[in-house]
């Protein structure tokens, strides 16, 4: 009768584990810890594309602030706190295991600690997530500087080596003469898709016309197309399904 009037599930089957256990809060500060390990793994990723190394995007005035001594710098702060931020979670996580290991069955008096570490465990999550959203809002993506960079490093090359594999090629010959192909694109400094076929034939014959459609940034990803993988039309669909779960309009 009492469970049911507090709303509760069902009364507890052992009275001791009723007030000694905290799996429970255990739980919930696992799974902010967790989440702010994401939240701030992504802080990362936008503190350096914003970099000046990087350039992949600018965040607004709204959301970024400006250097002591430097006016023309707009920092990413609100991503760089919530970076820092995560460490405070995970260690109200860590309080709390600690505050339990070494206590006997039955309550405690330590238990009182708990709840310092659950209410600041979900403020600072919740705050966290406030200013991801809030600075994923206002971001410009600098297409022409990622395109510029796509390039770097021969991406293509994996997909040259599947290409070459496809014609019948086993893997660990088509590896060593993409990686050939790679050799000759840093004597002449440009891309494998710039290379003509006659050169491309000389390292091996099977090349063909065909060849070129597996070439440069844009091709080599659309070939990506099992499900879950990075192809444009695999990112296209997961972006639709999560859309269409979390109900979002615009």
């Not at 994401?38 to 594309?49: A, C, D, F, I, P």
């Not at 293509?156 to 086993?170: R, S």
Request: hydrophobic share 40%; glycine share 6%.
């Amino acid at each position: 009768m009492t469970s049911e009037a507090l709303g509760f599930t069902a009364p507890m089957r052992n009275s001791i584990d009723a007030v000694s256990d905290r799996d429970f809060v255990l739980e919930l500060l696992s799974a902010n810890s967790i989440t702010a390990i994401h939240l701030s793994r992504l802080g990362e990723e936008w503190v350096l594309w914003a970099s000046e190394e990087f350039g992949f995007l600018t965040p607004s005035d709204s959301v970024s602030t400006g250097s002591s001594i430097m006016p023309q710098k707009k920092n990413p702060d609100p991503v760089e706190l919530v970076r820092g931020k995560s460490a405070r979670v995970v260690g109200d996580l860590v309080s709390l295991l600690v505050l339990c290991k070494g206590l006997p069955q039955a309550y405690n008096r330590d238990l009182q600690e708990d709840k310092e570490p659950v209410f600041d465990s979900v403020k600072t999550i919740l705050g966290m997530l406030e200013v991801s959203a809030e600075f994923a809002k206002n971001i410009t993506f600098n297409w022409e500087r990622i395109k510029s960079a796509l390039p770097a490093g021969h991406l293509d090359a994996t997909t040259l080596a599947d290409y070459l594999v496809k014609k019948g090629m086993a893997f660990r010959t088509s590896h060593d003469i993409v990686g050939r192909s790679v050799a000759m694109c840093v004597s002449n400094n440009c891309q494998l898709q710039e290379l003509s076929l006659d050169k491309l034939r000389s390292i091996s014959p099977v090349f063909d016309e065909d060849v070129y459609e597996f070439l440069g940034v844009e091709n080599s990803v659309k070939k990506f197309t099992s499900y879950g993988s990075t192809g444009s039309e695999c990112v296209l669909d997961q972006l639709n399904y999560w859309v269409t779960k979390l109900g979002i309009n615009g």
